[in-house]
């Protein structure tokens, strides 16, 4: 029995035994055949124990075979003149077995030294690395007091009606002899008026508006502010200027004159012009090599120099003439088309009553800088000078960590008071820096606030609104108001900028030096304007994305711990802060050569933070696409992390607190009331949005940032994507809570580790929480919040933000419609109206004393809807036909006609209307569905149509506590 159990057993096994004998000889025929070109592969010696004698046999025949004739047996056939070519070098590697080796070993052996050399020239010699630009010292040392004032007399709009007859000059920006220009395309913008710059290395010139002035060509400034002149020494008018180097190889001598409304000569200067420019490039490789290993080469460029003129009065005109000695006669004027004709024509548009003269071809070529007149005073302006520090994408926990940032958390322990809790009320640049600037929020101050390039209207529509701004705000107290770094978009040097009141600007903005190109700017501005009270704004960009700080200040061996992901963009971020820090040293360096280190306030501060690492968000934007730092660490919400950002105040003298730290909510809008009061201003407008809380640190004052601050209970934010408030107020007093609306869909790309594929989605969610912590300066997302809570939640921000109240009424339905809405009003000046309604309803207004009655009548198609701006109106009354369905919610429940105003006026649903989707699917059109929505006019709300982003969107969300 048991022998017959064998047999089955073997003749089952028996396709098993063949199979593996079958894989056997397959391998075995593999490994035999590599073995004969010299290859042994893993059971050679095994497969020739199990192979049968004949296949071995015919295998030690080929082996016999290749070991007598030398050649391989794979090569017996084919023609004659490969295996000619193949018999030669086998015997050429056969008899040199042994050079051949050393010769490979000295290769690998000498790459694995060199390449990291070549690495190391790569990044220093091609790679610009910014520390590489050398630090100049100072010599010059400035007055710690200064009786100077400053006033700009002739920069803003310097002519006249009887000027406009003076062409305007301007000269070919592609043949401009090397020097970069950027011609002014403005309103009103005065003749000649350029931006230009030389080269991108530090060197004593800061001149970056000027008028050119050529032999063909005179230019006219008509002095137009009036001021009063308070005199104890006398005036000095200060012009800088450069002469533009030669157009060709023969050199000319060049005279300028300039007269005043007499014709009286009051300057004059005879200049021999330099060899043209060649026009560099930052990012090429021969001047990163030159600049890089021989640091101190700098840029020929045209002649630097400076008119002082003593007068006792302004000229109330000057008259800038410019003659080439060289020649026997001046040129006439003429005007060629080598010009942009679209530059032209702008010019053109701006100045109609103009015609543009050529300067390209000219030999003597001035750039006159701003013209200033400079007078000792009687009493000159309160502070000697203010340095304001803007480090672009620095956030707080970030600059407060002094392992990073040691330099810097050094000069707030010993020297300044650190406001733990600052906030910006923007989370991009722009959005940021002119509620700073101006202490109102973006949304007041319209849609320049959210561009990068605005239009001719845009900037119209801010300039109308004659906001104060900072700026201007120190120019009328006296100081002397410079800006250097990334300025194009607060300039108007660039197309697309916005003038936002600055004296003169530098603006400095080539990545691969910007640091310490900005520090040197910094020490050259104050030698030439430093001897007056000044006010000195500074936008480095260095910790902004992307991340490239020099290798020395990145942590390699957390770098390399996990070398993809968010951890290295994380490390890339902490090198960019630990650079700014080292270079934090060089600028107060250059306060002390000057010698008024102990004479200036410095305030450190940043416009908002980056993400890094908040969840969801690095799931959906920042891991693959945005490694190194790019737009997707900001402008995507309003957690801490991008709108907590630091501020450190150090003032000169009258200053107490000093190490102390504040823990009291401040933000970017307090900055303009709070410097305005510091640097000796009193009138400042009393609708600004920020608190003075300069009190608080003067030393002849007992107020504290208490005493100032308590009144305040939010701080409001503004965002492309969101806006919303943190709010401290009423129940939230000991569990402040930060409020967040998504105004627009994040189209974003979806990455989960149980999804192996990416997928782009709409991603949107209307309303976010957190609660924040002012003591442990932590943020956590809160799934949801009390019905109360958020009912108080709503209404703060619904009363904190600059928006207008809106409420409309959307018609889901065709057919007639009636309604009668009342309104009661408590100010007269800011009354609703009606703001929008379709061609077939009429409408009525009653007036009374304290109230106002709408009473509509018509026929309504679907999606029209009628708005009403509610000013500051509350909602009476609303009465609608008995089968009209009213809907408020984003649920698309009905609600009832006596819940309905209470639950409009006390914001019981978000501000957010049903998906067109809800609607179609729970109600007909005999519902004859209204669909009420109360919110901001300009806050754009756009609806997402369906269920959703899909089964892994929803996953997540639920998971971080978005979703139920």
Request: with cysteine.
């Amino acid at each position: 029995m048991k022998k017959l159990k064998r047999q089955y057993i073997r003749i089952i096994l028996r396709p098993l035994k063949a199979l593996r004998l079958s894989l056997t000889y397959f391998y075995g025929r593999i490994a035999l055949s590599f073995a004969l070109r010299g290859i042994k592969v893993p059971g050679l010696d095994k497969i020739k124990k199990r192979m049968p004698q004949s296949a071995l046999g015919a295998y030690e025949r080929r082996v016999l075979i290749y070991e007598i004739k030398g050649e391989r047996y794979s090569f017996r056939k084919g023609p004659l003149w490969l295996r000619i070519v193949y018999e030669t070098l086998s015997y050429f590697l056969s008899r040199n077995r042994f050079w051949i080796l050393i010769l490979l070993k000295t290769t690998v052996a000498f790459l694995i030294i060199a390449i990291p050399i070549l690495i190391f020239i790569l990044i220093r010699g091609v790679l610009p690395v910014p520390e590489r630009v050398p630090y100049v010292s100072i010599n010059t040392k400035l007055n710690e007091t200064s009786q100077i004032r400053t006033d700009w007399l002739y920069t803003e709009a310097p002519f006249n009606d009887e000027d406009l007859k003076t062409p305007f000059n301007y000269i070919d920006p592609d043949n401009a002899r090397g020097v970069v220009i950027t011609p002014v395309i403005e309103p009103g913008a005065p003749a000649g008026l350029i931006h230009f710059g030389i080269g991108y290395y530090p060197m004593k010139l800061n001149l970056l508006r000027g008028f050119l002035v050529s032999n063909q060509a005179p230019l006219v400034v008509t002095r137009k502010r009036n001021i009063k002149i308070e005199v104890e020494d006398g005036n000095k008018i200060r012009i800088q200027y450069y002469l533009f180097p030669q157009k060709n190889k023969a050199q000319a001598q060049c005279k300028i004159q300039i007269k005043d409304q007499n014709g009286n000569i009051i300057a004059s200067t005879i200049e021999t012009t330099t060899t043209q420019l060649k026009t560099r490039v930052a990012n090429s490789i021969s001047a990163a090599w030159n600049e890089r290993f021989l640091p101190n080469t700098i840029p020929n460029y045209g002649k630097i120099g400076e008119f002082i003129i003593n007068v006792k009065t302004p000229p109330q005109k000057l008259v800038a003439h410019v003659s080439n000695l060289s020649e026997e006669q001046e040129k006439e004027i003429t005007s060629n088309n080598s010009f942009s004709e679209n530059i032209l024509k702008q010019f053109n548009i701006n100045q109609p009553q103009k015609t543009g003269v050529d300067l390209t071809n000219d030999s003597c070529i001035f750039a006159l800088g701003d013209f200033s007149l400079e007078r000792t005073v009687v009493s000159p302006p309160k502070r000697r000078g203010i340095i304001f520090i803007l480090i672009d994408t620095l956030r707080a926990e970030t600059a407060y960590d002094s392992k990073l940032m040691p330099n810097l958390n050094d000069f707030a322990k010993t020297q300044s008071i650190k406001f733990l809790e600052h906030r910006a009320q923007g989370n991009m640049t722009v959005p940021s820096i002119l509620p700073l600037m101006t202490s109102h929020y973006s949304r007041e101050i319209g849609s320049v606030a959210f561009t990068y390039a605005a239009d001719q209207k845009m900037k119209k529509n801010f300039y109308d609104k004659k906001y104060p701004m900072l700026a201007t705000s120190m120019q009328n107290l006296g100081y002397r108001v410079g800006a250097i770094g990334w300025l194009s978009l607060f300039t108007e040097a660039m197309e697309g900028g916005v003038d936002l009141g600055f004296h003169n600007a530098i603006v400095s903005e080539t990545p691969e030096y910007e640091a310490r190109q900005i520090t040197e700017q910094m020490g050259t501005w104050l030698e030439n304007y430093g001897d007056a009270p000044f006010f000195l704004y500074l936008h480095y960009n260095t910790t902004h994305g992307p991340y490239k700080p020099p290798l020395e200040d990145i942590d390699l061996k957390k770098f390399l711990s996990k070398p993809f992901g968010l951890n290295q963009k994380r490390q890339l971020y902490n090198g960019a802060a630990r650079y700014w820090d080292t270079e934090f040293v060089y600028i107060v360096q250059k306060l002390k050569d000057l010698g008024i280190y102990d004479q200036v306030d410095i305030i450190v501060t940043s416009d908002h933070g980056a993400q890094l690492d908040r969840q969801p968000w690095n799931y959906f934007q920042g891991v693959p696409q945005n490694i190194d730092g790019g737009y997707a660490d900001k402008g995507n919400s309003l957690f801490d992390e991008e709108v907590r950002v630091p501020l450190i105040i150090k003032l000169a003298d009258n200053f107490k607190g000093i190490g102390e730290t504040v823990s009291i909510p401040t933000a970017h809008v307090d900055m303009l009331p709070t410097l305005h009061s510091l640097a000796g201003g009193s009138d400042i407008s009393k609708q600004l949005r920020g608190f003075d809380f300069s009190h608080a640190i003067q030393m002849n004052s007992k107020l504290t940032f208490q005493d100032i601050l308590q009144e305040r209970k939010s701080i409001y934010f503004d965002g492309h994507k969101y806006a919303g408030i943190l709010y401290w107020g009423g129940e939230f007093k000991d569990k402040p809570m930060k409020y967040m609306r998504q105004l627009t869909p994040d189209r974003v790309k979806l990455y989960l580790t149980h999804n192996p594929w990416s997928q782009v989605i709409n991603w949107y969610q209307p309303e976010i929480f957190s609660s924040v912590n002012f003591n442990t300066h932590t943020e956590d997302i809160l799934a949801n919040v009390q019905n109360n809570k958020l009912k108080e939640l709503r209404s703060a921000y619904y009363q904190n933000s600059p928006s207008d109240k809106v409420i409309r009424f959307i018609a889901k339905y065709n057919g007639h419609f009636t309604m009668s809405l009342k309104l009661k009003h408590k100010e007269k000046n800011n009354l609703a109206k009606i703001s929008l309604i379709p061609e077939g309803v009429k409408y009525t207004e009653k007036k009374m004393s304290d109230t106002v009655q709408y009473d509509f009548n018509g026929k309504i198609n679907p999606d029209e809807s009628i708005w009403i701006n509610l000013g500051d109106s509350t909602i009476e009354d609303i009465k609608l036909k008995e089968n009209v369905t009213p809907v408020i919610c984003p649920n698309g429940n009905k609600i009832a006609a006596e819940y309905l105003v209470d639950s409009l006026q006390n914001n019981i649903c978000s501000f957010f209307a049903p998906p067109d989707g809800i609607i179609e699917r729970n109600y007909s059109i005999e519902d004859q569905v209204i669909v009420i929505q109360k919110s901001l006019s300009n806050e754009q709300v756009e609806q997402i149509e369906g269920t959703g982003g899909g089964a892994a969107l929803q996953n997540a969300l639920r998971e971080w506590g978005y979703a139920k």
